[in-house]
């Protein structure tokens, strides 16, 4: 992707790229049907500016896995209230209540693995739901909402700087392993989740068996952004969207701001980017209809894990402490994936890479963008696969590449 496009991947595609986490329409029950989610709203959902709870998030979730069909089980994993011995809790919150992380576990063959997955910005673990039928056959699966996303508790996001922010979702993992009892795992991010997942493992390195990195944010730094972003930011609209992403604008709000027009706005990036404009495999009707509930309620619901925009990237989408300055210290094997049309470049990863002292693969997957797991689940399923070779295979060296991918 031309790095003049980068700057405003979060509010220029606020109707876009990072809108992958919003929509829907009201449904008073959990136990409704797709035709019934378009028709009958409840005249609360017309008299609230903002059509959204808790429980319609858990419900929504519930909907759109209704399309998995392996067996699964949710529970709110109780991750107190602060790590043990910090003097902040989650993360200076002056409220002494525990918080809890929104959990998924897949039915597994007995002794199967465990991966871990870790959605980007904007999204929760549903965004999965493509996946979770055809990894469940070797992992034990399990999928979560970080703090502060989806149906997990969001506390207010008090965070006042880059390395506070971090340890907000860094701590906030390492306590829900330990409230899960797993010691180590494969573990696989989007996105900004890859970003997260990288630096847990730089500070958890003996829980992580792979890292599976997946259109992964934050190997970029500002000093690489080009003279052509340079000058854009020293225009009038330059200007203008630097202010508004320093002062921690994000697309919930706009989605938020316009109350019961938002699930509209929703619909409509579904639409255009899963279905209209999909770059690889499109979406049925029915999975576009319960993904787009499903993601209005998660976006539309009370700000908190995605107040980190700032704290995290620097305008432009990159990192204040990019991942490329850590590679020497990498401990954990590492699979890079992309899509084919993913607009996260691979050229920092492939310079980080050369800065490591493990193994370090980067795959690229035909027919799809930054979401490859929706695009060309197939084809995300055999890049995962072969990421974790050493793990599933018996004869991991005579594994060959799966057909259509492509090694870097």
């Known amino acids: 992707m031309n790095k003049l496009h980068r700057p405003i991947c979060l509010i220029r595609r606020s109707k876009s790229r990072f809108l992958s986490s919003a929509m829907a329409e009201e449904i008073s029950s959990s136990s409704v049907s797709v035709s019934e989610t378009t028709s009958k709203r409840s005249l609360w959902s017309y008299l609230r500016w903002v059509p959204t709870s808790t429980q319609q998030i858990i419900a929504a979730e519930k909907r759109l896995l209704s399309i998995v069909k392996t067996p699964y089980t949710q529970e709110l994993v109780n991750i107190g209230s602060g790590p043990p011995g910090s003097k902040i809790k989650w993360f200076r919150s002056t409220s002494d209540e525990p918080r809890f992380i929104n959990t998924i576990t897949f039915d597994s063959k007995k002794d199967a693995p465990t991966l871990v997955m870790i959605h980007g910005y904007g999204a929760s673990q549903g965004f999965f739901f493509r996946n979770f039928d055809s990894l469940a056959k070797h992992f034990r699966v399990i999928a979560i909402d970080q703090l502060g996303w989806g149906a997990s508790s969001r506390p207010d996001f008090t965070c006042k ?3 506070e922010t971090e340890a907000w979702f860094v701590d906030s993992l390492e306590e829900w392993r330990k409230a899960k009892n797993i010691d180590n795992f494969v573990l696989l991010g989007h996105s900004l989740g890859g970003y997260i997942a990288a630096k847990y493992a730089l500070k ?14 934050g190997f970029s730094s500002p000093n690489e952004e080009s003279e ?16 508004l992403w ?7 709000k706009l989605v938020r701001g316009i109350g019961p027009f938002g699930p509209d706005m929703v619909r409509r990036y579904t639409s255009a980017r899963f279905v209209a404009h999909s770059t690889g495999e499109v979406l049925s009707d029915e999975a576009a209809t319960l993904l787009t509930d499903y993601m209005y309620h998660t976006f539309a619901a009370k700000a908190s894990g995605e107040l980190c925009l700032k704290y995290i990237f620097a305008f432009g989408a990159y990192v204040h402490r990019p991942l490329l300055e850590s590679a020497p210290q990498w401990k954990v094997p590492t699979s890079l994936i992309y899509g084919f049309t993913d607009w996260m470049s691979f050229d920092a990863a492939q310079e980080a890479r050369k800065q490591m002292n ?3 693969e980067i ?10 797991f929706i695009d060309n689940p197939d084809g995300f399923h055999a890049s995962v696969l072969h990421a974790c070779r050493r793990i599933l295979s018996t004869d991991p060296d005579n594994v060959p590449l799966p057909d259509g991918l492509q090694s870097v």
């Open 204 to 217: 958890h390195p003996e829980h992580v068996k792979q890292l599976v990195l997946v259109g992964s944010a």
């Open 228 to 243: 052509a972003f340079t000058r854009f930011k020293e225009t009038w609209k330059g200007s203008m969207l630097k202010n």
């Open 363 to 372: 795959l690229r997957i035909p027919m799809a963008g930054h979401f490859a």
């Open 358 to 360: 493990v193994p370090c």
């Open 246 to 252: 320093e002062s921690n604008f994000t697309p919930q």
């Open 161 to 163: 700087s880059t390395e």
